[in-house]
């Protein structure tokens, strides 16, 4: 099974924490992300201090993995100068890399939804001291699984069209 058949959301972890060459590891497979025009806009805040997860939990109602998660990766929005309309796919695909990488490492995750939504990312800059033109684009809730939870397939031949739409 491939690495990508084998990923999928952990939202419940044990009391162990995330070696800190692990957590340099999953920062280079977000960094090592494809993004237009190479333009890296991103920057990453790690959190690993139990009462600054505690104050992220209160982010949203599906921030509550980070009551159990020993590790947050926050990947931030940092507009570069060029293709700025492409930098939520480029932070997309940070993201995933990143839950992609933790699963290659024994660990498991969560993609918490945070940008555009103001109410979650004013929260986030809050509690983060985050000032200026960046913005937390999501919250990656990472640890050591408590439980694995089953593969679900989802490929869906109805939902392929070739050559036109609807063929
Ligand atoms: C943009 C985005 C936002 C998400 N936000 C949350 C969230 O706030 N809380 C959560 O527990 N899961 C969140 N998820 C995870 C999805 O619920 C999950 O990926 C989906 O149910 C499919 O399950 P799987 O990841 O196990 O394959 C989010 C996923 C994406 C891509």
Same mark, same amino acid.
């Given at each position: 099974?491939?690495?990508i ?6 939202? @419940? ?17 977000g ?6 025009? @190479? ?13 600054i ?20 990766i926050? +990947?931030?929005?940092k507009p ?13 695909a940070a993201?995933? @890399? ?6 290659n ?9 945070v ?6 990312y004013?929260?986030?800059?809050k509690?983060l ?6 913005? +937390?684009?999501c919250?990656i809730?990472?640890?050591y699984?408590k ?5 679900v397939k ?7 069209h ?6």
């Open positions: 099974m491939s690495l058949m084998k990923r999928n959301s952990i939202r @419940n972890f044990i009391d162990k924490p995330v070696p800190s060459d692990l957590v340099t590891k999953l920062l280079e497979s960094m090592q992300a494809p993004s237009a025009n @190479n333009q890296q806009p991103w920057e990453f805040i790690v959190v690993d201090d139990r009462e997860l505690n104050e992220l939990v209160k982010t949203s109602g599906g921030a509550r993995p980070l009551n159990t998660a020993t590790l947050c926050i +990947p931030m929005i570069g100068d060029k293709s700025p309309l492409f930098n939520i796919q480029d932070l997309s993201t995933e @890399n990143i839950l992609l990488e933790a699963t490492l024994g660990l498991g995750g969560v993609w918490i939804g940008y555009p939504d103001p109410v979650r004013k929260h986030i800059e509690v001291n985050i000032t200026g033109d960046i913005h +937390p684009f919250m809730a990472i640890g699984p439980n694995q939870r089953p593969i989802r490929y869906d031949e109805s939902k392929v070739y050559n036109k739409w609807g063929k």
